[in-house]
């Protein structure tokens, strides 16, 4: 269910106000809101990447894994996909520059690993170690340019490294970005009311709205030249980063 944008709005202008020491603009809330969700659908994906590389094998309900992924499909507008890579005339598998993409991964059945080499001169050196004839197959990969790459299957059984086909292998992808956030309003009395018609909420997933706040917090703190709200904000965000490290 994604944020209601009044609800981080008033929390927001309550918090900044306290005591009468600042007033958000409703423009200068929505760039700022735009901003703070968008920071955090970004680290999202680079959470997901220090996730992968610290614990690969990882993979139980609950873990961090699936937390994060839980989030970014639970963004509006958002999906995280998995497809094969087209081949280009010299036989390297591209990747859409379109795409934000994730994982490299082998298709069932296949239950190599797929990792990176650095020196495509080092896959044919592989064949000769130990570790690599001990008795299983693994797939490995050689970067040839931004968003391509060539593939290889080791087999220790007969000793033999085979290009790798497009059918073997998928990669994960995510569509969509969260957009503009808008409050929206009309003047009554003097004052802006909330014009819930002509606004937009946040794309985030509601847990995210105690991070938003504090985020927005900061952002008004600098805008505002008021330390205390940048705090605020900070202090916020702190308590926020503790809960959810219980």
């Known amino acids: 269910m994604p944020i209601n944008v009044d609800s981080v709005y008033q929390t927001v202008q309550a918090l900044a106000n306290k005591e009468q020491r600042g007033y958000l603009t409703p423009q200068e809330f929505n760039l700022f809101a735009t901003n703070a969700q968008k920071d955090i659908f970004e680290q999202y994906l680079y959470d997901l990447d220090a996730v992968r590389l610290t614990a690969p094998e990882k993979r139980e309900l609950g873990d961090s894994l699936h937390h994060i992924l839980f989030k970014i499909q639970n963004t509006e507008?958002?999906?995280?996909?998995?497809?094969?890579?087209?081949?280009?005339?010299?036989?390297?598998?591209?990747?859409?520059?379109?795409?934000?993409?994730?994982?490299?991964?082998?298709?069932?059945?296949?239950?190599?690993?797929?990792?990176?080499?650095?020196?495509?001169?080092?896959?044919?050196?592989?064949?000769?170690?130990?570790?690599?004839?001990?008795?299983?197959?693994?797939?490995?990969?050689?970067?040839?340019?931004?968003?391509?790459?060539?593939?290889?299957?080791?087999?220790?059984?007969?000793?033999?490294?085979?290009?790798?086909?497009?059918?073997?292998?998928?990669?994960?992808?995510?569509?969509?970005?969260?957009?503009?956030?808008?409050?929206?309003?009309?003047?009554?009395?003097?004052?802006?009311?909330?014009?819930?018609?002509?606004?937009?909420?946040?794309?985030?997933?509601?847990?995210?709205?105690?991070?938003?706040?504090?985020?927005?917090?900061?952002?008004a703190g600098i805008s505002m030249e008021d330390q205390e709200v940048y705090q605020a904000g900070q202090a916020e965000e702190a308590l926020n980063t503790q809960q959810q490290n219980k």
Do not use: C
């Open 77 to 219: 507008g958002v999906d995280i996909k998995k497809t094969s890579p087209l081949v280009d005339s010299n036989g390297d598998f591209q990747i859409s520059k379109k795409h934000f993409t994730g994982k490299l991964m082998t298709r069932p059945p296949l239950m190599g690993k797929l990792i990176k080499i650095e020196d495509e001169g080092e896959v044919f050196d592989m064949m000769a170690s130990r570790w690599h004839n001990s008795g299983f197959g693994e797939m490995v990969y050689v970067e040839t340019g931004y968003n391509s790459f060539r593939a290889y299957n080791l087999d220790p059984v007969t000793k033999t490294i085979t290009p790798a086909l497009g059918k073997d292998i998928m990669y994960e992808y995510i569509t969509g970005y969260p957009g503009l956030v808008y409050w929206s309003y009309v003047i009554v009395n003097e004052k802006p009311v909330y014009n819930p018609n002509a606004s937009q909420d946040f794309a985030l997933h509601e847990s995210e709205q105690p991070d938003l706040i504090a985020k927005i917090l900061k952002l």
